[in-house]
């Protein structure tokens, strides 16, 4: 879990590594960039069901959770969440938004874990899912302009 963490404060400047959520909220105060590294919070908190339906997706939602952020950004290799797999189906429509409850009742493979919606409503933060291969839409979203990516709402409207 941790060596990914490690081998992206070597390509990215003004980065730091930590286990600690108080280092990682100092360091980014002073403009450093956080890289935290989850295995010492996951190993003494377990606060997630140990199985595969949980992946990195759900432990970044809780990481965030436990920072007070406000919205979370999960950066993939698609442009969100489709109505079908867009590598097998060219008429995959990408859903822009639904609830964390939507999600839930889908109960159908994603590009997200399958544990992601239930956390997503227990911690009552917003998920957006966007492709990494364009930067700028990380940068839209940020900025709260509309991009392509799928918004996972905690709440329900």
Known sequence: MDQFGLLLCQIIPNSC?????????????IGVVPVFLASRLMFQEDPLENSWNVTS??????????????????VTDVDGIFTKDPRKHADATLIEKLSAEELLKLNKRASVDRYLPKLL??????CYV????????????????????????ARTE
């Open 121 to 126: 409503l227990d911690v009552q933060v917003d």
């Open 17 to 29: 590594a930590t286990y600690l959520l108080s280092d990682a909220r100092q360091l980014s105060e």
């Open 57 to 74: 997706d759900s432990i970044a939602v809780y990481v965030a959770s436990r920072l007070h952020v406000a919205k979370v950004l999960l």
């Open 130 to 153: 966007v492709n990494g291969k364009h930067p700028e839409r990380i940068g839209a979203i940020l900025a709260g302009q509309q991009t392509a990516c799928t918004l996972i709402a």
